[in-house]
């Protein structure tokens, strides 16, 4: 098997995506490899495997209607009001972020989708029957009313709603927080080059009971 | 110019060619290369530069899905890991639930039924881009571990005989920790000064005293004062990431750059080795790989063929190398070849410190990994023992006012609130969540051990592994203790652990391999019968070819193992290059 090999010149022009794609390309033709699962995950387009790490590019399309996106957008500014702490959730994007999250094509974010969408239904109805409206149109004291049904054990709200405003909480704290206003706002100060680490400042060494 | 494309090696016949560009790879290459020798490097991946590709500075939000897990990116966006738990075309052979054989996907370490687990990074520098630095030394102990205990195997070498190439490893990568003279851990004379420790740290260390648990500066592979060329850590940006301003030990950022410096180093990579080919004497000639760019066959001589391609990387490329004179694999004449495959044990548990909420704003980066850990410890080993547990494990952490990332402001603690109520609650809890990890040793046992899929090939052609793999009760023992102890911990730092310990260990415990400290199919021995290698790492069977990986540790203990691959390669590397001066070395004509 060793004897001499034709020579081969290879191109080494390909961009790294270029190279991937024919990569791909040669691996739908193998017969030897099941592709079943990687298939799935190409179709819509994911990440990938060696995504530019610099560049935040998101390759799926967004899904949620405008009217879905609305009512995601009120309940951003439910959950991350502006305070002193820091902006509203939609003064930084996280309206945003809940459509990108959800359009992903990955298993948790489908999962996370179906609960959204059949949570969004569910509020848009809610604030119907109560008010009317639809939710994203009735009044602060409105929404907060059915937030609070949500919230408060025992109520039909909650059996109904708390699935999806739990879900929806994590993911606008989550979406929020990883800003740098969000980062402001809960206290995180790190992500600055040091000379030295300092480690705990007097304060705080006493706060934690280590003076 | 170091980097060929593949034609241009034909032209040439190498000293050496070095399968891999990781720990092993990269310290064969860089040893050999300075000495003079002619190197080449096959890598299975693409080329990579830490200089400019590390995402330093960047937050969460400035990645798609604010940088979390996915299929794709098992540990998430930013990880400097091409490729994890499943490679595309490249596939793996295990079981689910100890039943029919299928192929090995991304899974949930914790929670999973597949037997065993396989990360592989396809990149050059590989898995030492992402890895956690923890560089520990094996103790006495841990090359004897059954004139010890009657247990397992001992080494055919000894800590004496590795010392002098640890020493050498930690002042070349740079390390910081303390100088503690435990028995079974040793020090360092090339620590630099460790960090200081975060506030949840000193609970832990001031708890740990409490329970006879010393907690002590962990030993890492970051550098807190300078080396030639390579900046101190300037604490920020998550190591895993990898480092641009070289503070890290990376193969790509320390061993690759000064080898190709001497212009000794030629570098192929998107290189997938196949075999190793073999004269009619049974000595290597060189190895059969394909271009991944054109899917072709290459091959290339060497007088020698070092494996660094990671342990069962290693042992596959071994396996598939079959011919009339070796044909159940190359070196595996003993019958040991894939055999005795190891895993360390992994386990954690969560908890919250009340003394921490509301704690004055500061700065917890640090070298992003934790400042202190907990060596196993005499008391641990005594109540271990009673236990019916064996052998040892370190504890560590993560935890305290670290960037925030989608679970930061989520923990259950935090309550169902929303509003100005969740945002005084999340800045309150901020911080004050830890989590407690260890890694433990893992007894080889007959059970565990990879082979060729009788069947199935990669998108190359090439026969992939299937593992075989099974924790003794040995190793669920470890866990319980383990998880006993973490409470113990937890509550002696004043905190609260999210769970109690779990009546069933196996619940808690990671699936085999996916602690990444796989090892061991091509063990060393003292006698050729015994192993498939002598303790310089050459096949008994065919001693111009060399494993340079973990692929030749006799025992895995609670060390983690790249700082004595590092060892091992260098010590390796001077041999191998001793007895190419002595002309010894069997050299193709």
Known sequence: ?211 | MAFLSTSKTRAERYDAVVIGSGAAGGMAAYVLAKAGAKVLMLEAGRNYDPGSETPMFQSQADAPLRGVSTPEKPNGFYDATIGGWTVPGEPYVVQNDGASWAEGTVQNRLKTGQNFMWWRARMLGGRTNHYGRVHLRMGPRDFKPRSTDGLGFDWPISYEDVAPWYDKVDEFTGLYGSVENLPNDPDSPHFQPPPTPRAYELLLQRGGKKLGIPVIASRMAILTKPLPGRAPCFYATPCGRGCSIKANFQSTTVLIPPAIETGNLDIITDAMAREVTIDAQGRATGVHFIDKQTGKEEHVAARAVILGASACESGRILLNSRSARFPQGLGNGSGHLGRWLTDSTGSNLGGQIPALENMPLHNEDGTSSMHLYAPFSEAQARTAKAMGAPRGYYMAWGGGRQMPNMSTATPAQIGEFYGAKLKAEARRYFGTFIDLHARGEMIPNERSFMELDPERKDRWGIPVPRFHFEWSDHEVAQVAHMQKTFVEMIEAAGGKPHNPPPADARKVMTAGGSVNHEIGVTRMSARAEDGVTDSFGKLWDCPNVLVADGGVFVSNPYKNPTNTILALAWRQAEHLLSEMKRGTLAAPA
């Open chain 1, 1 to 211: 098997m060793n004897a001499s090999l034709p020579t081969v010149s290879v191109p080494r022009s390909l961009s790294r995506r270029e190279a991937i794609q024919q990569i791909l390309a040669v691996t739908a033709l193998a017969s030897t490899l099941n592709l079943r699962g990687f298939a799935a995950e190409l179709n819509p387009p994911g990440i990938g495997f060696d995504p530019n790490l610099l560049k935040k590019e998101i390759p799926w399309p967004r899904l949620l209607t405008d009217a879905e996106k609305r009512t995601v957008t009120a309940l951003c500014d439910l959950i991350i009001p502006a305070d002193e702490f820091g902006p509203a959730a939609s003064a930084v994007g996280v309206p945003d972020f809940i459509d990108e999250w959800v359009s992903a094509p990955y298993e948790q974010q489908v999962k996370d989708r179906a609960i959204i969408r059949t949570g969004i239904v569910w509020l848009e109805r809610e604030a119907q029957t109560r008010f009317g409206k639809g939710f994203a149109d009735s009044a602060g004291a409105q929404q907060s009313e059915i937030l609070e049904a949500i919230v408060t054990e025992g109520t039909d709200a909650r059996k109904q709603g708390r699935a999806f405003f739990k879900l929806m909480r994590d993911r606008v704290a989550g979406g929020y927080y990883t800003t740098r206003e969000g980062w402001a706002a809960i206290g995180y100060t790190g992500n600055v080059p040091l000379v030295d680490f300092p480690g705990p400042p007097p304060e705080a060494l006493a706060h934690a009971g280590l003076a």
